[in-house]
T-cell receptor, first 113, second 111 residues
Framework: EPEVTQTPSHQVTQMGQEVILRCVPISNHLYFYWYRQILGQKVEFLVSFYNNEISEKSEIFDDQFSVERPDGSNFTLKIRSTKLEDSAMYFC???????????FGPGTRLLVL | SQQGEEDPQALSIQEGENATMNCSYKTSINNLQWYRQNSGRGLVHLILIRSNEREKHSGRLRVTLDTSKKSSSLLITASRAADTASYFCATDASGGFKTIFGAGTRLFVKA
């Protein structure tokens, strides 16, 4: 069964460094999402992406964040200058249609020191 | 902004008992979804109920939706130890472009 994959599974970085989190959505899906979950807290929406552009973004998704679909398969989240409070689990999700079932990847655990 | 809030925050039951979790939200929705998350892992979609539906079943899961009260409930019947996980409701009102998750209910099923 197709699934969403994410790399790396864990990333440790120094404050101020750039990180790129990678996701491979399910191949025939058209809607892509990034979420984050700070340890012990709820899943927070970051951004949605459809038709090669951002559809919606949350207040968390400021100028330090960007997303890209560089080719037909990858979907990336870049954090330009990481802060301590960016430490969290980042989940990618994809779906065939907006508002329908989203399929989540296993997540990337980011630790900013 | 809309927000799903689940209650209880935590629930501990014996295997074989039923577990009921509730979710409330604030704004109009197109649909409401329930997801499950095992500790530290990704979310798994359980069931979607549309705003014009009142009840939906899937195996041991039963979901209800009351749009007049802006609330939903998830019932897991005949629970098993393997049902131990966190359960989140999620709402969408922007045509699928923004999904808001509640804080979740942590369910612990004792064998």
């Amino acid at each position: 069964e197709p699934e969403v994959t994410q790399t790396p599974s864990h990333q440790v970085t120094q404050m101020g460094q750039e990180v790129i989190l990678r996701c491979v959505p399910i191949s025939n899906h058209l809607y892509f999402y990034w979420y984050r979950q700070i340890l012990g807290q709820k899943v927070e929406f970051l951004v949605s992406f459809y038709n090669n552009e951002i559809s919606e973004k949350s207040e968390i998704f400021d100028d330090q964040f960007s997303v890209e679909r560089p080719d037909g398969s990858n979907f990336t989240l870049k954090i330009r200058s990481t802060k301590l409070e960016d430490s969290a689990m980042y989940f990618c999700a994809s779906g065939r249609q907006g508002g329908e079932t989203q399929y989540f990847g296993p997540g990337t655990r980011l630790l900013v020191l | 902004s809309q927000q799903g809030e689940e209650d209880p925050q935590a629930l501990s039951i014996q295997e074989g008992e039923n577990a009921t979790m509730n979710c409330s939200y604030k704004t109009s929705i197109n649909n409401l979804q329930w997801y499950r998350q095992n500790s530290g892992r990704g979310l798994v979609h359980l069931i979607l109920i549309r705003s014009n539906e009142r009840e939906k079943h899937s195996g041991r899961l039963r979901v209800t939706l009351d749009t007049s009260k802006k609330s939903s409930s998830l019932l897991i019947t005949a629970s098993r130890a393997a049902d131990t996980a966190s359960y989140f409701c999620a709402t969408d009102a922007s045509g699928g472009f923004k999904t808001i998750f509640g804080a979740g209910t942590r369910l612990f099923v004792k064998a």
